[in-house]
């Protein structure tokens, strides 16, 4: 037993014999000695031990099996592949996760990669972000899937950012829930009870479905209330046995319920009437828009209304809402000399009416109002129907003389219907006579910023108006779509860019996570590149580095970006931010070696955004300093954006 | 209590020497400007942006600078003398003075149109 060699121990081969007929005797044994010796009796004649094999045993041994699968029938997954297919969701932008691995293969397999098509990402944030810039760009969500635990926690940012955006997004998070059949380990680390409780205070429904029907009414479901206005992201717990487990088709006959769109939600009619009647007796009534233009129609609907009224137009920018090139657009310096304001779909009114200057006794913040005392106030929001607890997003409290909770692009057309129902002759008079002053007005403002502009115009560090210039000479006379300026370039592209399409201007992150800038620009480059648009950021050096790798997903999909960046070397808000506590506690910054407080700025080294780019597969040039050099480099990377690859300039840039 | 505070260091202020300004150096004051954190809200040549005025050619006398900046409630952070010397002041405030006249923007084909 001992001699590994086997001389003096067991026999191998006897061992074993001796182990099967060990195996057979219990069994014998429990048959009783009397029933054992008549079985041994009745034996058959002893059969050959090789027959020759028949055509069938032929064909299985020499051809690969038909049928491969280890699953008996139809998997859960293709049938969710299926629902998923109804509602013509174009691409999943995801990172790859085991927990999601059933609902992955199907995509790819029995789905054919095709509605939606896999892009590959790098992080959970940057395919939440991704599916952010996209809505905006095409109005149509795109679905994510991510492990339902640390895949989810990566991706918690970017739904925050398109919670208080007002995107519509779906989040798949795989979780495998029955603890008794998952694999232990890994598996089991990143399983929970209920995943979604990370994201349910900033997602507007969320569901565990336990069974397939119930996964096709919750993901219609989840398409429709995330459409619904006012928009949101919503997220689905998706069981990892339920991906993988065959159909039962003899328990249950599925079905895909239908996706009828909700109506949005409009204003009262008394309320809306009301609100005429404000707007029309004002002597200088002010609009302040900032997600009101939920589509190009939108924008529409709100020139008519300013034009009815002669009313100043703020475009806050969350949306490109109305023209800057319209002679009614006006900056936020219009509102102290309103008598009336319309707010439509602010997301802080309070911060729009008043003012908050943050250098008091203490380190307190003082509050003041911009108002008159006598202006009335209305507000047209959505927001009112989707205001959650735990996260600030609703901002202050406003009182307001007017209040709808509805959607304000819906409400437009009936706004303005009640506003020429309450016109006078004397009030359309009025109205008119308002024509001139307000295209003065609006010629002198143009004339002041290009002043503005040329301060620091041949600097270098390049000025962000000089920035913005050069990359607007070289794309004026393409169909381009500003999708993200990231990083604050002191707002230039609306100050002198005209911007007069819905899709020129995608607006900013809703939340302000910094990390939303690169993935979400790469996203709307996604939608653009299908609608035959050129794609231009304004790319941030802070906002790049939360998750660079979404670079690599642009090329690897070839999608079309012309990344200008506005590389000030530093988080430049927390350069000032620390300043200022250092001025209110009288005591001077430690820059150590640095241009700002130690652990504000991105120096020493610099990073060298350029060959960054390059290294995952862009073409790009940089670092750019020379204002005179700028306009060239530009114009190579267009024609190479134009050609279908995305391109990045890294640009020395001043502070904003 | 804090405008009646300005009015008092405003009057203050006029009565100091402008001596300092005489001798002050546009040259040091581009050192001071960046080394004091006012490139920080004003960009390097004091252009102004997002978050700062255009400082750029001020017409403002250097007195009242100086009181604005010793005392400012706005949303710029005051700076004491330990933190911004009267002589860096000065100096920045030559800098500023000494910033070249911006060119017409109907001379720059990217601002003409």
């Given at each position: 037993m001992t001699d590994l060699n086997g001389k003096d121990g067991y026999d191998r081969r006897k061992f074993l014999t001796g182990a099967a007929v060990a195996g057979v005797t219990p069994a014998l044994a429990q048959m009783g000695a009397p029933a054992a010796a008549q079985a041994q009796a009745a034996k058959p004649p002893h059969a050959p031990s090789a027959l020759p094999p028949n055509a069938k045993t032929i064909a299985a041994e020499i051809h690969p099996p038909e049928e491969l699968s280890r699953v008996g029938g139809k998997p859960g997954s293709d049938f969710m592949i299926d629902v998923i297919k109804t509602l013509d969701i174009k691409y999943s932008p995801s990172n790859c996760a085991s927990?999601?691995?059933?609902?992955?293969?199907?995509?790819?397999?029995?789905?054919?990669?095709?509605?939606?098509?896999?892009?590959?990402?790098?992080?959970?944030?940057?395919?939440v972000a991704m599916a952010h810039g996209y809505f905006k760009a095409s109005g149509k969500p795109l679905l994510t899937m991510v492990h339902g635990t640390v895949g989810l926690q990566h991706a918690t940012m970017g739904i925050y950012n398109a919670f208080c955006d007002r995107v519509p997004l779906i989040v798949i998070g795989g979780n495998d829930m029955d603890a008794a059949h998952r694999p232990p380990g890994v598996p089991t680390f990143h399983a929970a009870q209920d995943i979604n409780a990370i994201v349910r205070d900033y997602t507007k429904w969320d569901d565990t479905p336990v069974s397939l029907q119930h996964f096709a009414q919750s993901m219609v479901r989840a398409y429709t209330i995330a459409m619904t206005p006012p928009y949101g992201p919503v997220a689905i717990s998706l069981d990892a046995g339920l991906q993988q487990e065959p159909i039962k088709e003899h328990l249950e006959k599925l079905y895909i319920p239908r996706y009828v769109p909700t109506s949005p939600p409009q204003g009262d009619s008394n309320a809306v009437k009301?609100?005429?009647?404000?707007?029309?007796?004002?002597?200088?009534?002010?609009?302040?828009?900032?997600?009101?233009?939920?589509?190009?129609?939108?924008?529409?609907?709100l020139i008519e209304l300013a034009e009815l009224l002669q009313a100043s137009v703020v475009d806050q920018g969350s949306r490109m809402?109305?023209?800057?090139?319209?002679?009614?657009?006006?900056?936020?310096?219009?509102?102290?000399?309103?008598?009336?304001?319309?707010?439509?779909?602010?997301?802080?009114f309070w911060?729009?009416?008043?003012?908050?200057?943050?250098?008091?006794?203490?380190?307190?913040?003082?509050?003041?109002?911009?108002?008159?005392?006598?202006?009335?106030?209305?507000?047209?929001?959505?927001?009112?129907?989707?205001?959650?607890?735990?996260?600030?997003?609703?901002?202050?409290?406003?009182?307001?003389?007017?209040?709808?909770?509805?959607?304000?692009?819906?409400?437009?057309?009936?706004?303005?219907?009640?506003?020429?129902?309450?016109?006078?002759?004397?009030?359309?008079?009025?109205?008119?006579?308002?024509?001139?002053?307000a295209k003065k007005a609006h010629?002198?403002?143009?004339?002041?910023?290009?002043?503005?502009?040329?301060?620091?115009?041949?600097?270098?560090?390049?000025?962000?108006?000089?920035l913005c210039m050069e990359i607007y000479g070289q794309i004026k006379d393409l169909d381009w779509s500003l999708v993200a300026s990231e990083g604050n370039v002191s707002n230039w592209p609306a100050r002198l860019w005209p911007i007069d399409k819905h899709h020129q201007w995608l607006g900013r992150s809703g939340g302000y996570g910094v990390g939303y800038g690169a993935p979400a620009s790469i996203g709307a480059a996604l939608a653009n590149r299908d609608l035959g648009r050129f794609s231009v950021s304004i790319q941030s050096d802070g906002d790049l580095m939360f998750a660079p790798g979404v670079l690599w997903t642009a090329a690897r999909h070839k999608i079309p970006l012309l990344a200008v960046?506005?590389?000030?070397?530093?988080?430049?808000?927390?350069?000032?931010?620390?300043?200022?506590?250092?001025?209110?506690?009288?005591?001077?910054?430690?820059?150590?070696?640095?241009?700002?407080?130690?652990?504000?700025?991105?120096?020493?080294?610099?990073?060298?955004?350029?060959?960054?780019?390059?290294?995952?597969?862009?073409?790009?040039?940089?670092?750019?300093?020379?204002?005179?050099?700028?306009?060239?480099a530009i114009k190579e990377a267009v024609a190479v954006v134009r050609s279908g690859q995305p391109a990045l300039l890294n640009v020395w840039t001043q502070p904003r | 209590m804090r405008y009646m505070g300005m009015i008092a260091a405003v009057a203050a202020s006029l009565l100091v020497s402008i001596t300092g300004a005489c001798a002050a150096s546009a040259e040091k004051g581009r050192v001071a400007f960046?080394?004091?954190?006012?490139?920080?809200?004003?960009?390097?040549?004091?252009?102004?942006?997002?978050?700062?005025?255009?400082?750029?050619?001020?017409?403002?006398p250097l007195e009242a600078?100086?009181?604005?900046?010793?005392?400012?409630?706005?949303?710029?952070?005051?700076?004491?003398?330990?933190?911004?010397?009267?002589e860096d002041l000065a100096d920045i405030y030559a800098f500023l003075s000494a910033q070249p006249v911006p060119a017409d923007p109907k001379t720059i084909p990217l601002l003409a149109h």
């Open positions: 927990s999601f691995r059933a609902l992955h293969e199907s995509l790819i397999d029995y789905g054919e990669n095709k509605s939606p098509e896999y892009i590959s990402c790098m992080h959970e944030e940057s395919g009301e609100a005429a009647r404000l707007l029309v007796a004002a002597d200088n009534p002010v609009i302040v828009a900032d997600r009101v233009a939920r589509t190009p129609n939108g924008v529409t609907l809402n109305f023209p800057n090139t319209h002679y009614l657009n006006r900056p936020a310096g219009a509102i102290p000399n309103a008598d009336v304001v319309l707010g439509m779909e602010l997301s802080d911060g729009t009416v008043n003012t908050y200057t943050d250098n008091g006794e203490d380190g307190v913040g003082v509050n003041g109002t911009r108002l008159k005392p006598t202006t009335k106030l209305i507000s047209i929001t959505s927001i009112d129907l989707l205001t959650k607890s735990n996260y600030q997003d609703f901002q202050r409290f406003q009182t307001v003389d007017v209040h709808m909770g509805a959607d304000a692009e819906t409400t437009l057309p009936s706004l303005i219907e009640a506003v020429k129902s309450a016109m006078t002759k004397d009030r359309a008079a009025a109205i008119e006579a308002r024509v001139e002053k010629a002198d403002i143009r004339a002041r910023e290009l002043h503005a502009a040329t301060v620091g115009w041949d600097s270098s560090p390049i000025s962000t108006a000089r960046m506005h590389n000030n070397r530093a988080w430049h808000q927390e350069v000032m931010h620390v300043q200022r506590l250092a001025n209110f506690r009288n005591r001077v910054p430690n820059y150590g070696a640095d241009r700002g407080p130690i652990g504000t700025t991105i120096e020493n080294p610099d990073i060298e955004y350029h060959k960054l780019a390059e290294s995952m597969g862009w073409w790009a040039r940089g670092p750019v300093k020379d204002p005179a050099q700028l306009g060239a | 960046r080394e004091k954190g006012c490139w920080q809200c004003h960009g390097y040549e004091g252009q102004g942006g997002a978050n700062g005025l255009t400082l750029a050619r001020t017409q403002l600078v100086d009181v604005f900046v010793r005392n400012t409630d706005g949303p710029m952070p005051p700076f004491s003398k330990k933190m911004l010397s009267d």
